[in-house]
Every structure is written in structure tokens, then in C-alpha cells.
């Protein structure tokens, strides 16, 4: 059993719906509460035990790799201030030297090709692949949780949620086998099934450990929807040869890549947040209490 140690981050996107605030600010370094969304993301990672990030950015995102260094000037003012808790979260953060690669995906092709972007990065070993869109919040990260099936079961392992029977066409969807230990093993991967022909209403949500043979079927891998080159694609010939297994994640999920789910996410993590939580809510009843819904202003009109 080999030790999943790398996780890779695809972070090339545009962003579009974000603009124009990604019209100088990476999607990723949009923050939810006080912290960047790709934040949440890697803090998942580290507490599942990754001890290499591997980014996969592209053009103007080297305030990313910026963010993952050390702001000496900033350390330094902190210091002369005295202010040792700031600066206790900044090493907290900090990814000791080394940790993390940086590669860039030279061309939008689509989420197959920025994991093979990294092949030689990750080398020839088991890696973990997070979407830094989704952020999910538990008390046990979901990636931690799906570690602890892949030193059960080895192969593949893919986060899986479920989605209303009615939707599976807006979704990669598994098929439900056997149970095995805190997962089950997924007999089969339809992308976006009509309702009446999908094997169940679990879908794939943003969390993977691949094993390294993805690579060489992503690099003769044809382009599918969208015109780019599909994970998903690539993963149901790699389960022609291996097997897959499914953890299904029973916290939260927020889909920081729309406004909606961000906007979400923010006030979801403020609400978990003990300092700030009862302000907030206080503020959220306020809101509510007072902002005059869309539909009767429209009305009165």
C-alpha cells in the first residue's frame, strides 16, 4: 500500500463568473471569512496527511504562489509591532520549504489536462487530486476520511454525494456496489444520465486519490464536452483495468465557483466561527428582518 503523500490543485480557471473581480484576483484568492478559498482547500489536505502541494496554475495567478511564501516585509512590521498571535498564523499556514511545486497549464483544455500537467511532479505513485472550487466543511476533513478507505481497499477513490433522483443529468454519477468498510465499491460511472437511466443519484464531488496509470490514459485521451480533454473520460478506462471506491461525504459542500455557492460559504464558515458567530447571526436577522424582498418591490412598483 502506497502512502498517499502528493496532492495536486488545479488552479488555471478564469473565473469569468467572478468578473470583473477576477479581472486581477485569481478565483482561489477570494476570500471566504478572513482566508482565500484555496486555503480551506489545502488546510484539507495537510490534515490528511499530504506533505507535497502541487498547483497547477496558469497565466496571472502568481499571486497564488505568492500567497504560499513568506511576506518577509510583513513579518517583519509584525514583529516590530509584537504581534505574536498574527504571526502565529502566518507559520501556521507557511508550507515548510520545499512542500510545495508550482507547474502551468499553458492552454484551457480542460480538467484532464491540468492533472496531466503534473505528471511529473506526482511521479509514479498514488496522488490525491482536490477541486479548490468546492470547499467542504466537517469537523474531520473529507479527504482525511477517504484516505482512511484507501488504506482499507487500495485502487481509486472518488468523494461521492447525493443529488435529487431528478438531477443526475447535471452530474457524474457512480453506481452503488458493495459496501466496504466506511465506502462502497462503485460498479460503474455514467457522465450526466438522464433520471430514468442513471445507476443511482450519487455523484463524484470534487475529491479524488488516483492511481498513477491515469496519466498515460490522459495523454492520448480525446477531447469530450466542451471540446476539452474530461477527467471523468479518462477515469472509466482506468476502471476498465482498476478498481474504484466510493466515500460518501455527509458534511457540507459549497460550490465556491458561483456566486450563489460562495456567497454561501461565507456565511456558512462565519456561523461555525465561535468569535463571530452570534454577531453575525445578529446581523443575518437584521438583514432579514428589514431588506424588502426583490419579487414585492417589483410588485409595489
Known sequence: MRKIRKAVFPVAGLGTRFLPATKSIPKEMLTVVDRPVIQYVVDEARQAGIEHLIFVTGRNKGVIEDYFDI?????GTLTERGKQA???LLDALQPRPGTSSFTRQQAPLGLGHAVWCARELVGAEPFALLLPDMIMQAE????????ELYEQTGGNVISVEQCEPAETNKYGIVGRGEDIGTGFRVDGMVE??????????????????LQPEIFDILATQEKGAGNEIQLTDGMLKLAQQQEFFGYHFTGRTFDCGSKEGFIEANVAFALWRQDIRDKVMGNLQNLLDTVEPAGRRKAAE
Open 192 to 209: 450526466k444520465p438522464a433520471p430514468a437511466e442513471a445507476p443511482s443519484n450519487f455523484y463524484i464531488s470534487g475529491r479524488y486519490i
Open 71 to 75: 511576506q518577509v516585509e510583513l513579518v
Open 140 to 147: 474531520r476533513g473529507c479527504l482525511a476520511r477517504m484516505v
Open 86 to 88: 498574527e504571526l502565529d
